[in-house]
């Protein structure tokens, strides 16, 4: 009897084992912590990176050592799985990493960044939602973090995330809006913008 109940136990571990999306992410050293790929077409969502990736396959890294963009859009309405965010205002496009009009930021330089987002979800207009609602920040398809605006009896609220990022060249980070149980979203303003830290030494 106790057999028969490690082995049933065993099985059920294997078979909540296999159903977790968890992958290695693109880059990642040989036994590094696999990180859950939440997008696995990141490369193509967004139109405007077609563009950024021809301008990086012959560019170099700037002299000025400048990488820096900062975007704003509006009136985001979506519901289901992850949408990416466009943004349609761009304040600040330095390095040539950033797509205006689209919702890409991929790395002329490999290096740490620093990265932020913030939104404004309203549940007044479109029949939006008021529970939980996210921004999630994106390298690769993978997770890195989300700001998250929390279920509450008011209309409008707030969410922000910042995070630092080691990027190779040529990686991507975009941001994807969210809702608990996949209910409508309404972001009445959102903003993303980042910068490079500091550009890695020479042959890293």
């Not at 990086?56 to 990488?67: T, W, Y």
């Amino acid at each position: 009897m106790k057999t028969s109940r490690v082995v049933l136990l065993s099985g059920l571990v294997s078979l909540l084992g296999a159903g977790l999306a968890w992958a290695e992410e693109p880059g990642a050293a040989p036994g590094a912590r696999k990180a859950r790929v939440l997008f696995a077409d990141y490369k193509t969502v967004d139109p405007t990176t077609a563009r950024e990736a021809e301008l990086l396959a012959g560019a170099r890294c700037p002299e000025s050592g400048i990488v820096a963009f900062s975007a704003s859009g509006t009136g985001h309405v979506s519901e289901g799985e992850l949408v990416l965010l466009r943004y349609a205002t761009t304040h600040t496009q330095e390095g040539n990493g950033w797509g205006e009009g689209g919702g890409t930021f991929v790395a002329p330089c490999t290096g740490l960044y620093f990265f932020n987002v913030s939104f404004v979800k309203d549940a007044y207009h479109y029949g939006a939602t008021a529970n939980d609602v996210f921004v999630h920040v994106l390298k690769n398809g993978t997770g890195k973090g989300r700001a998250m605006s929390g279920q509450g009896h008011v209309d409008r609220d707030t969410g922000a995330y910042s995070v630092t990022l080691f990027l190779e060249k040529g990686d991507y980070v975009q941001t994807f809006a969210a809702s608990d149980g996949n209910l409508k979203r309404h972001l009445l303003e959102y903003n993303f913008t980042g910068h490079l830290v500091k550009q890695a030494a020479h042959g890293l």
